[in-house]
RNA sequence: GUCCCUGUAGCUCAGCUGGACAGAGCAGCUGCCUUCUAAGCAGCGGGUCGAGCGUUCGAAUCGCUCCAGGGACGCCA
């Protein structure tokens, strides 16, 4: 699908030329001096009637030029020559230039954006580019439990965002199949199953105390029956214990799929053992130096890339550190993959983790900055004030799954998104259900269900209105909506080059308050048929704009509610 | 001790690649349902943007120093 050119985009672009050709003009005519141009950038203004798009280009000329500021803007703007999408080029002290649409453009542009349809918004900043987004990655030794929740709804809807940005988008999860923590899971789980068929059997220390291991040995042993406890061992061990990971797996994915979530690649963490590329990329490592033994251990020399300490990356006992493989898996994703960008969402535990992540990918001779880390800030989930344990490995936990069901999948995608992933969060449980009704999740929904219906009534009047004359859109609630309409494109830009989706959300309350206060104001269905037909286009443009905007943060389109 | 994140209205948070009098939701207070959904609209009140210094024509935004909260510093992942 070839996304459509952006029209405000490109409107923004014919702005941006003009006043550099202008600037360029003025210097050859003489009217300012030869100071070099810097590069001309507008910005949105806060204040309507500070016009569509602002410059404060000439403020910045104004030392180098030695000039007033107000003075440069008069002469830059006497250079713009007219077009008739502007209707107004002013200057305005300090020294800003403003330019506001013309009611023309602006109003044509609901006919483009019908046209578009489910495009409109999809912009060509990627140019293709393969992006690989790994989220989640949960070591699957227990249930998700809400910070997960966070990572997982993050990289959904900024791999959504970066598609429709003109990235080629991967999602991966991560799985975690092999090492120290599955043995103990699995010891773990043998042991809660001869627990289950009355056996006096120990817990190992190490090993995973929650319910759902109880629950999970439970499960086996009624499937399976009592046939693991006489085998070996290490044998039965490691036989329930396969059976206990495809299990936890799946019900990860389930409880993902639930939330919206899904995966391009679910990558096996044991497979980069099973195919070499782990012994490939360790040689690789030891040639460049980047290896030593010291203390019976191999040793990643990271203090030699700047980094404050060593790592170790094979144990005294011989086995890889997760640190080891995650070097052959981000070898995996640059090289025999060939992702041009990486991205990887991380707990904020593992924090410590970037800088010699970067370093190592250094050394394999990848620019560091084609691995971009997300750190995702801790979840604090309360009940009613009372703070909630979320170690996985002591005893019970809320599981994302319950607070899905308890608040509501849509309720708790809004919530998670609209935080930067910077800002740790509270989640109180009991707020978030309390204040439901009042939740920027059902204003949003609400003004969807709103055009739903209009649509619905025009319909059963059979009112069509593809012939309808966008031009009589004149009044400011009209006017207002499609200015916000417009601003589509530009959310996904900023979202998809900061990499936070967190502008969605604040970005569909915009575009909700737009509608509902049209809502208010201007009657649709009426006796005005030519004004009944153009707000009906109106209309139908802006149920493009929410379902895009509802679906990109992935979040259902109610039509009644 | 070192490193990372955060500190903006009573509460939860946007704004932070410097720009025009600091924003939203919730909570509080006023009004508005004979017409397409009042889960809505219109309005009011509420802030020394943690503190100080600096850079700049201009700082919530950049730099430095403090203070406060959270996290990370394992041959765990």
Redesign the pocket.
């Known amino acids: 699908m070839e996304p459509v050119l952006s029209e405000l985009l490109s409107i923004r672009q014919k702005i941006i030329d003009s006043l550099q050709r202008a600037a360029v003009r003025a210097q050859k005519s003489g009217k300012l001096p030869q100071v070099p141009l810097s590069r001309v950038s507008v910005?949105r203004?806060?204040?309507p009637?500070?016009?569509d798009y602002?410059t404060?280009f000439p403020?910045?000329l104004?030392?180098a030029a030695g000039l007033k500021?107000l003075a440069i803007a008069e002469i830059i703007t006497g250079l713009i020559p007219g077009n008739p999408d502007i209707a107004n080029i002013a200057v305005?002290?300090?020294?800003?230039i403003?330019f506001t649409f013309s009611n023309e453009w602006l109003t044509h542009q609901v006919d483009n954006i019908l046209s578009a349809g489910d495009t409109y918004g999809n912009i060509e900043l990627g140019k293709g580019k393969r992006v690989q987004i790994e989220f989640v990655s949960v070591?699957p030794t227990g249930p998700l439990h809400v910070g997960h929740g966070r990572g997982a709804i993050l990289g959904s809807a900024l791999a959504s965002v970066l598609n429709i940005a003109g990235f080629a988008v991967e999602k991966e999860y991560y799985i975690?199949d092999t090492?120290?923590?599955i043995g103990a899971f699995s010891r773990s789980l043998f042991a809660r199953y001869q627990q289950s068929l009355g056996i006096d059997a120990e817990m190992p220390t190490e090993g995973y105390f929650g319910n759902y291991m109880i629950e999970l040995a439970k499960e086996i042993k009624d499937e399976k029956g009592d046939s693991f406890i006489n085998l070996p061992q290490p044998e039965a061990e490691s036989q329930v214990g396969k059976i206990g990971l495809a299990k936890m797996i799946s019900r990860i994915k389930q409880d993902l799929e639930l939330l919206g979530v899904n995966f391009d690649v679910w990558f096996s963490e044991k497979s980069l053992y099973d195919n070499g590329q782990y012994s490939k990329v360790m040689s690789m490592l030891n040639k460049g130096g980047h290896l030593t033994d010291?203390?019976?251990?191999t040793w990643f020399v990271s203090t030699a890339l700047g980094e404050?300490?060593d790592?170790?990356v094979v144990?005294?006992?011989g086995?890889a550190?997760?640190?080891a493989t995650d070097i052959a898996y981000h070898y995996n994703k640059f090289v025999e993959r060939k992702f041009e960008q990486v991205i990887d969402i991380w707990g904020?535990?593992?924090?410590?983790?970037v800088?010699r992540m970067k370093a190592v990918v250094n050394a394999i001779g990848i620019d560091p900055e084609m691995l971009e880390v997300i750190?995702s800030?801790?979840v604090t989930l309360r009940r009613g004030g009372e703070l909630v344990r979320l170690s996985k490995r002591s005893g019970d936990i809320i599981t994302l799954r319950e607070v899905m069901d308890e608040v509501g999948v849509d309720a708790c995608r809004f919530f998670f998104l609209?935080?930067?992933a910077?800002?740790?969060?509270?989640f109180d449980m009991e707020l978030a259900k309390k204040?439901?009704?009042?939740?920027?999740v059902?204003?949003v929904q609400?003004a969807y269900?709103?055009i739903?219906?209009?649509l619905?009534?025009a319909k059963e009047r059979k009112i069509s209105f593809y012939n309808g004359d966008v031009s009589l859109l004149a009044t400011e609630p009209e006017l207002s909506l499609i200015r916000k309409m417009l601003i589509l494109p530009e959310i996904v830009e900023?979202a998809a080059?900061?990499l936070?989706p967190?502008?969605l959300t604040?970005y569909a309350?915009d575009i909700?308050?737009a509608f509902?206060?049209f809502?208010?104001?201007?009657?649709?269905?009426?006796d005005d048929e030519p004004l009944c037909k153009a707000r009906l286009k109106l209309v139908a443009s802006a149920k493009l704009v929410l379902a895009k905007t509802l679906r990109l943060m992935g979040m259902t389109t109610?039509?009644?509610?």
Do not use: W
């Open positions: 910005e203004p806060q204040k009637e500070h016009g602002a404060s403020l910045k104004a030392r500021p305005a002290p300090p020294g800003f403003n070591n975690n090492g120290n923590q010291k203390e019976s251990a404050d300490k790592n170790v144990r005294s006992d086995s550190t997760y640190f904020a535990d593992h924090q410590g983790h800088s750190i800030q801790m609209a935080r930067s910077d800002s740790q969060m509270d204040e439901s009704q009042d939740n920027p059902y204003y609400y269900a709103r739903a219906s209009i619905r009534l900023l080059n900061t936070e967190h502008h604040y309350q909700a308050t509902h206060s809502y208010k104001q201007c009657r649709v269905v009426s109610p039509e009644t509610m």
